[in-house]
């Protein structure tokens, strides 16, 4: 019976433990979500406050404000949750200073009662007379064991006082620290909920503003649908003169296997396939800094909610003098240039292809083997709105596909 409860206890306590370091990982967790929420604020507000000082479009400045407000909101969600985290650890706190109390309190009882049976028995001062009384030497042996687990048990008793006591002073340090940063992080929630409002009450006004220039934005929202469905047309024919052509050589291949829309791929193309499809959900962005400007597909525009637009993929907007990056190990499949001068770099991955548009200068050619990370290009800075934009496409043969499924929380 008594092993049985030695191992409910060791389980009990293990089980504590756990719970313990789980919260411990969820708190980490929070933070640095929230670290992550924060430095994408940070980089908003920079291209905020550029598109401000250079009077750039509202359009843009409204997707800005758009976007930040979604972080402000998601940043508000994991305080929220830190603070409940927090309350529960208080809670908990309190209940183990409230236990750890009453044991110290029990422990003194029993403290006091063992001294004062001491002093009355006066076991000390007789202990060798308590000895010399034995009726016999087996007597003497069975007194004196009992000497020293008396004086143990002493001993014992005041140890576990003071271990006790130096726990509740733990436990009261830990409270307070747990009080002070719930404090700190509900007067943290308190101002992103004033800059959330803030931020609405700007975005409003935007939107005023450019509701009374009514021609103007529809024909600058115009003139960006005719771009973004020339570019994707351009792109659409790109990749499947890419693909004619890298079948070309195995056309009697093609032919056999009854499919012409798509690469016919080497064991070594196959295995590239597969390892960047293995990396779905996990792929690195295609800049090194930077916010998601517009998802992918439909979305409903600012100013008119009953006016749809479609993006073929994904816009990030980054810093200035920024450049582009390979997402995957693969080759360069085809470097475009626009009646503009922009450039945009495709890049094969086996059947998948990454397409990376809005360079001002391209760092690598056709046929080129690059690696993850690898600098393709400078991204080019609009020099009326200001802003810095990659558009980034991701295929498998001439299937679109959405690039936010393939790349890590984009």
Known sequence: MKSFWSFLFVFVAACSLAFAQQKTQQ???LEKRKEEIAV????????LQQQV???????????????????????????????QLLQRQITESNDRIESLNHQIETIKQDYQKLIVNSYKRKVEKNKWLFLLAA???????????????????????????????EELQQATKTLEEQLEKKELRVEENRNQQQAL??????QEELIVKARKQESAYRRELSDRDKERKRIDKEIDRLIRAAIERANRERLAKAKKSGRTDGFVLTPEAKALAKSFEGNKGRHIWPVDKGIKSIGYGTYADKLYPALKHFNNGVTIATESGSDARAIYDGEVMSVM????????????????????????????????????????????TDKVSGQTLLKFYLYKNTTRLNPEQWIYRL
């Open 53 to 83: 000082r250079l009077k750039g479009s509202a359009i843009d400045q409204i997707q800005l404000l758009d976007n930040k407000r979604y972080a402000l909101e998601s940043l508000i969600e994991l305080t929220a949750n830190e603070v």
């Open 197 to 202: 409002i803030a931020d609405r009450e700007k």
């Open 135 to 165: 009726d016999s030497f087996k007597d003497a042996r069975r007194r004196w064991n009992y000497l020293l687990q008396y004086a143990s048990y002493r001993t014992t008793q005041a140890e576990r006082l003071v271990r006790k006591q």
């Open 337 to 380: 240039i626009s009646r503009q001068g922009i450039k945009g770099v495709y890049i094969r991955h086996g059947d998948y292809i990454t397409m990376y548009y809005n360079l001002k200068d391209v760092s690598v050619k056709e046929g080129d083997k690059v690696i993850s990370k690898q600098s393709l290009g400078t991204l080019h």
């Open 27 to 29: 708190q980490r967790n």
């Open 40 to 47: 994408e604020i940070a980089q908003m507000e920079r291209l």
